[in-house]
C-alpha cells in the first residue's frame, strides 16, 4: 500500500469514525460506510479531519524530540477535532507514562478500549498504568486479557510476573516468568525476577540457580550480584556472599548494601 492509499484509508477511517458507523448494512467484515467514505474522502476530507491529522503528525515530531507536554497538547487537540480518534487517545497514554501521568494515561488507554476492544497493546498499556498506581489486582486481570489476544506476547507474561509477586502470589508469578523463557531463552531479567519470586517463597536454591544464570548472560549486572549475595547470605555462605557483595559494588558503587 502506498503512502498515498494509506492516507486515504487514515482519512476515512476518522471520518467513519465521527459518524459512529450510522450505516448498518455491512459487506463481508467493512461497514458499507467504510467503503464510501474510502472512494469520497480523498477528494474532499473534512476539514476538521485533516486538522487533527496534522496535530497528531506535529505531536509524533515532538515526541520524537522528547517535548512531551507539546506532544500532549497536540494530541488533545487532534482528539478535540475527532472524539474518537484511538490512535491519538494511545500516544497521548504514551506521552502521559513519560511525564509520569499515570492517571491520565490510564483513562487514556480506557478510552483505546472503548474504541478498540481488542488492542492487546492497550490493554497491556493500560495494565502498565495500573501497576504504577499500585493497583495490582487490576493489572493482572488487563494482562491476561492481554495473553488471551495474543498468547506469545512474552511481555504481558513479564508485567503479570511482576505484578503477581506485588500480590505475593509466587507461584503464579515463577509461572509467568518461566513461560517467557520458553519464548525468549536468553532474557536474563526473566531469570531475575524469577528468582526474586522464588527467594520470597525460600526456595533458595532455585533463586541462586536463577540469579547465577542471570549473572551469566548480563555479568556486569551489580544488582544481580547483590541478590545472589543475599542468598547466600541466607544459605550461610559467607564468604560466597561477601564475594557477590564485594562485586555488586565495584560493578555499581551506588547500590545501598544495607
Not at 516468568?177 to 531475575?192: H, I, S
Not at 528468582?195 to 549473572?215: M, Q, R, V, W
Request: aromatic share 10%.
Amino acid at each position: 500500500m502506498n503512502a498515498y492509499v494509506s492516507a486515504v484509508f487514515c482519512v476515512a477511517a476518522l471520518w467513519t469514525a465521527q459518524v459512529s458507523a450510522q450505516s448498518v448494512e455491512t459487506r463481508g467484515a467493512e461497514p458499507v460506510g467504510f467503503l464510501v467514505a474510502n472512494a469520497v474522502v480523498a477528494a474532499n476530507p473534512p476539514a476538521n479531519v485533516v486538522q487533527a491529522m496534522n496535530a497528531f503528525a506535529q505531536g509524533n515530531a515532538k515526541a520524537k524530540e522528547n517535548n512531551f507536554n507539546g506532544a500532549i497538547a497536540d494530541f488533545s487537540q487532534a482528539i478535540a477535532l475527532v472524539p474518537n480518534y484511538a490512535d491519538a487517545y494511545f500516544r497521548r497514554g504514551r506521552m502521559r507514562l513519560d511525564i509520569q501521568d499515570y492517571r491520565g494515561m490510564l483513562e487514556d488507554y480506557t478510552m483505546v478500549l472503548k474504541l478498540q476492544p481488542n488492542n492487546m497493546e492497550a490493554l497491556n498499556n493500560r495494565a502498565n498504568a495500573k501497576a504504577k498506581l499500585n493497583d495490582f489486582k487490576g493489572a493482572v486481570e488487563d494482562y491476561t486479557m492481554a495473553i488471551g489476544l495474543n498468547p506469545n506476547a512474552s511481555s504481558a507474561y513479564f508485567n503479570r510476573g511482576n505484578a503477581r509477586v506485588e500480590l505475593k502470589e509466587y507461584d503464579g508469578a515463577i509461572e509467568d516468568f518461566t513461560k517467557v523463557l520458553t519464548m525468549k531463552p536468553l532474557d536474563a531479567g526473566a531469570y531475575n525476577n524469577r528468582a526474586n519470586a522464588k527467594h520470597l517463597k525460600h526456595d533458595f536454591t532455585g533463586a541462586l540457580e536463577d540469579f547465577s544464570k542471570a549473572i551469566a548472560l548480563r555479568p556486569n549486572d551489580g544488582m544481580s550480584y547483590f541478590n545472589r549475595g543475599r542468598v547466600k547470605f541466607e544459605m550461610r555462605d559467607f564468604v560466597g556472599a561477601r564475594e557477590d557483595y564485594t562485586t555488586a559494588v565495584r560493578l555499581s558503587p551506588r547500590l545501598n548494601l544495607r
